[in-house]
């Protein structure tokens, strides 16, 4: 997957007035938990210097800073290992907008500097502490790390800017109109000041006298909080670029949501669905996007109070009114107000997904792609948006090879008469689609969602029924699939007559690994298939449960006969004939394993298995 990626360079200057700002946010959250802490935070704010002679730009905060083991650890190491391969591919690539593609992918927001920069120098000074760091890097690899001992508290990134485009004035960024530009166009929304020293030229007070240069320090962005300003005067750049600093991204959200409660609980929020998954979504320990503001006031980022875990990959802020600014995790936790939060904030991205759905099917497909196995996951969690989860998830059926259906959809095409919705489990769609469970699902027409996450395999489990249509997997309990052109009831009877002596034997013959056997309606083509309980645990569940570390007991399952299979017919013949034969024991055995294979399941003794069809394929070459 490629990204898209912001292609300009000058994105380099929102990285680092982001990394600035949360290094002021952090500072103060940390000033006001810990008041030994001894720091001046009366006047946090970020600074721009310009020197236009020496081609350098500085940004500067007074925020937490770094220590030293931070500075190698946060900043040394993307200069250093992990990107190895990142400055390799940068070398190769062949123009600007691919660099920053790859910038983009590897996801490193101090590390753009160098698209402008050949030189970057960082002077930083944590709170607290007496000693401060200098490090500094051309990029390439290497870098040097020095203590020093005098540096104000805070950081300073000082870029020494590429030589000069004579040709590139859009990009010079010693100029002051440029500097504002970019801060007003992506930064302008910072909470703290971000101040530059401009010049202010006053015309000569009379003619033939001089022209007055004065230099001001001129804080350059209204620091207006996006969320709470109405979302009319709130363009979709502003929210796009709002969005970047939050998510530390570099594409655009797929998705803006602004909501604002008034009343007993008031609060804030600005949301966003990005248009990507982060490559650590299925890591339990990866951070959730929601930052908790209070009046304003930073109070933690990753909120996990405030969203649930299905869908921690919504980005965003909110700001409540009324809690108090030293609230805690363990406190939030508990506190009837921000739960009352999460439930509305639930409620209105799954309300906003649904309008994607059908207002913008092509952004919910893109959508479904990228987040849909982790929506999923709601299904197994929360149980009073069930329907809601349901009717926003879409699956892939045996009706398109291309689309994914909803369930709504499933239903509207149902057979005449069909009651239930009919659904297959497994790994892979290739191999559904050849099961032997499938088979008369197919042959007779009925439609079969195919669910191949492992999370599917779970969540079947708990949802009983969509728009009061039973789910029923096609591998479990009995299936009644009424054709119209079904046996008459005595023709069964005679069948099951027939079969009597071979089912009890097979019954027995089988008893360490089936514990019943009996006559399918669900094959065509195939001998035989295993069958789980109405109730019963899959196979894949229990590998599920098995790999994350519960042991648990898989029942024994059905053996389902196709009476119309010259193999099963074969059988009953050689059973009556020479029932104390042992290779017709073996060939039960066969059949077993073979019902096994087809369904993708790993025989209990493949060696076994495979010496048996050796020897039988011995005496048929
Ligand atoms: P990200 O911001 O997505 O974490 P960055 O490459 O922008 O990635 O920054 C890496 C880390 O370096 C930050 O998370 C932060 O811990 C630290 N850092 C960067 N800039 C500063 C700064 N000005 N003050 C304090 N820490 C900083
Ligand atoms: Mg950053």
Redesign the pocket.
């Known amino acids: 997957m490629v990204h898209s990626v912001y292609s300009n360079k000058d994105s380099f200057l929102r990285?680092?007035v982001?990394?600035?700002s949360?290094?002021l946010d952090?500072l103060r959250l940390e000033a006001f938990r810990n008041k030994d802490l001894d720091v001046d935070t009366s006047d946090l704010h970020i600074d721009i210097e310009v020197d236009t002679g020496a081609r350098t730009l500085t940004?500067r905060?007074n925020?937490?800073?770094?220590t030293r083991d931070?500075v190698v650890g946060?900043?040394g190491t993307?200069a250093k290992s992990g990107t190895a391969e990142l400055r390799q591919q940068l070398r190769e690539a062949k123009n600007e907008a691919a660099s920053e593609e790859l910038i983009g992918q590897f996801?490193?927001?101090?590390?753009s500097s160098f698209m402008v920069a050949d030189k970057v120098e960082l002077l930083?000074r944590k709170a607290g502490e007496s000693d401060a760091t200098r490090w500094e890097s051309s990029g390439e690899g290497t870098y040097t790390i020095e203590s020093v001992d005098d540096a104000p508290q805070?950081?300073a990134?000082t870029l020494h800017l590429k030589p000069e485009d004579a040709e590139d004035e859009l990009h010079d960024y010693t100029s002051e109109w440029k500097i504002k530009g970019l801060v007003k166009q992506y930064s302008d929304f910072i909470a703290w000041p971000i101040r530059m020293e401009v010049e202010r030229r006053t015309p000569p007070a009379e003619e033939g006298g001089e022209e007055v240069v004065t230099i001001e320090t001129e804080t350059i962005n209204s620091m207006k909080a996006l969320w709470a300003r109405p979302k009319e005067e709130v363009s979709d750049e502003e929210y796009k670029e709002f969005y970047k600093h939050i998510a530390?991204a570099w594409d655009d959200p797929l998705e803006v949501i602004a909501m604002k409660a008034e009343g007993t609980f008031e609060y804030q929020a600005l949301l966003f669905i990005p248009s990507h998954a982060p490559f650590d979504l299925f890591n339990r320990d990866a951070s959730v996007g929601v930052q908790l503001y209070v009046k304003r006031v930073f109070i933690m980022g990753d909120c996990d109070q405030l969203m649930p875990e299905y869908l921690r990959f919504v980005k965003g802020v909110v700001d409540a009114q009324d809690l108090s600014l030293n609230v805690s995790r363990e406190i939030l936790q508990q506190d009837r107000q921000i739960n009352a939060i999460r439930r509305r904030l639930t409620k209105k991205v799954l309300s906003t997904i649904k309008d994607l759905q059908s207002e913008r099917p092509e952004d919910y497909r893109t959508f479904w792609t990228q987040f849909g196995r982790v929506v999923k996951e709601g299904l197994l969690s929360d149980f009073d948006n069930q329907d809601a989860l349901l009717r926003i998830s879409s699956f892939a059926s045996t009706h398109s090879d291309e689309d994914a259906t909803t369930l709504a959809e499933y239903v509207e095409r149902m057979k005449d008469g069909q009651e239930q919705i009919f659904y297959a489990t497994g790994e892979t769609r290739q191999q559904l689609l050849k099961s032997p469970h499938l088979e008369a699902f197919k042959a007779k027409g009925y439609e079969v969602l195919l669910l191949t996450d492992p999370v599917d395999e779970v969540w079947v489990g708990n949802v009983t029924e969509f728009d009061g249509k039973p789910l029923q997997s096609v591998a479990k309990g009995e299936v009644d699939l009424d054709s119209g052109e079904e046996q008459s009831e005595a023709e069964r009877e005679e069948q099951e007559k027939e079969f009597t002596d071979l089912l009890a034997w097979l019954k027995e013959t089988l008893s360490e690994h089936v514990k019943e056997v009996r006559l399918s309606s669900r094959l065509t083509e195939s001998p035989a298939c295993l069958i789980t309980d109405a109730f019963g645990m899959t196979p894949a569940l229990a590998r599920i449960y098995q790999a994350s570390g519960q042991a648990v007991p898989v029942g024994k399952r059905t053996l389902e006969l196709n009476p119309s299979h010259p193999l099963v017919t074969g059988l009953r013949q050689a059973h009556q004939d020479r029932a104390d034969d042992p290779t017709v024991a073996e060939t039960a055995e066969l059949l077993y394993g073979t019902a096994l294979l087809a369904e993708g399941g790993a025989l209990e003794d493949p060696a076994r298995f495979a010496e048996l069809l050796a020897d039988r394929l011995a005496r048929t070459v």
């Open positions: 990285e680092l982001s990394n600035a949360d290094a952090k940004i905060d925020g937490i800073g770094m931070e946060l900043i993307l996801g490193i927001g101090f590390y930083t805070g950081t990134v530390h």
